[in-house]
């Protein structure tokens, strides 16, 4: 039996490697899917107020950029129109798959039985016809009353019926009237969960679920059964209709100006949150004595630090690609 000794080279990727090579690789689109779906299995995220100053700033930065870009090259105005629309963060809620039917067709198809007057069916109909694409009314009684010349409590009464039909939550006039209709109608009987939609929802978009623990005098356990419960629901129940009349377009993850008689990249780094690290688990780990809770804690804060830096190496990286793509291609932008 002969012994030998070979020195061979094996390169073994660590999870947190694999995990970076992921972020690096996806699209602004699923990189915002990504954030979401983490600041929900990860209590330790926060989403910032986004009317703080330092967001007011960088808009106002965006918007000077826009307005400057527009006046100089009329062809910038098609790349940065969709920049005009800051996405809130109600915007930022799952999406459904559309079908052939439109929302109208299908609300109409459950009244066909309906004992309505003639009065009356012009009025739901009008109703129904005046829903929004997330299937809102955003009109108002009195003035569809006056516009038929109907009265006023029938309009509201006809209102009633409208959001009586499925899919539940249509015919509602905000988020919040949206999905206490559909607890209505589940029949949820967590109390805590119309507490939140009340008056938490705005911490619940950012996160903030210590915040709604500490305002509602409760455990973060109840916080985060409310939390699963609200995001059970359809904050846009005409979304999963067709909407003829909607139009898809492509998001760039950067975009390519011409200033002047030079090019410059711009990134697109609206599509996906920025996040930070709530205080307030950064202050319990200094002083829990709860070894478990230490852990759990100090885990999660470990996660979150490291899918922040691995969406700035993603930003750097991207930036440099893009500029080396520009000067090699630099005929293709000049002249086509």
């Known amino acids: 039996m002969e012994l030998k000794m070979e020195i061979n080279q094996k390169q073994i990727l660590s999870q947190h490697m694999v995990q970076s090579m992921e972020i690096l690789q996806m699209s602004a689109q699923e990189l915002e899917a990504y954030i979401e779906n983490l600041a929900v299995e990860n209590p330790v995220i926060e989403f910032p107020d986004i009317h703080s100053e330092q967001t007011d700033a960088a808009q106002m930065e965006l918007q000077r950029r826009l307005d400057w870009l527009e006046s100089a090259d009329w062809q910038n105005k098609v790349y940065y129109q969709q920049e005009r629309t800051s996405h809130s963060i109600e915007d930022r809620w799952h999406d459904f798959y559309e079908s052939e039917e439109t929302l109208s067709e299908y609300l109409l198809s459950q009244l066909l039985l309906a004992d309505y007057s003639g009065s009356e069916r012009a009025v ?50 905000d988020l919040k009237e949206c999905l206490l209709l559909q607890i209505d109608r589940k029949k949820v009987e967590y109390e805590i969960v119309r507490s939140v939609i009340k008056n938490h929802l705005g911490d619940l978009a950012k996160n903030h679920l210590a915040e709604i623990a500490k305002k509602l005098h409760i455990t973060m356990d109840e916080v985060l059964k409310a939390c699963e419960i609200i995001r059970s629901l359809n904050p846009k129940p005409g979304n999963f209709f067709n909407n003829r009349e909607r139009f898809c377009y492509v998001i760039p993850d950067a975009v390519v100006v011409k200033m002047g008689e030079q090019f410059d990249v711009i990134l697109n780094q609206s599509r996906h949150p920025d996040f930070t690290i709530n205080n307030y688990y950064r202050e319990m780990i200094r002083y829990t004595k709860d070894t478990e809770t230490k852990k759990y804690l100090h885990e999660k804060i470990q996660q979150a630090q490291w899918v922040s830096n691995c969406i700035k190496q993603r930003t750097s990286i991207f930036s440099k690609i893009m500029r080396i793509l520009l000067e090699i291609q630099y005929d293709f932008f000049a002249a086509g």
């Open 124 to 173: 739901i109909e009008f109703l129904i016809f005046s829903l929004d694409s997330r299937g809102y009314f955003m009109d108002e009684i009195l003035s569809v009353a006056d516009r038929l010349k109907v009265p006023g409590q029938m309009v509201q009464k006809l209102l009633g019926d409208l959001q009586a039909l499925e899919p539940a939550g249509v015919g509602t006039r």
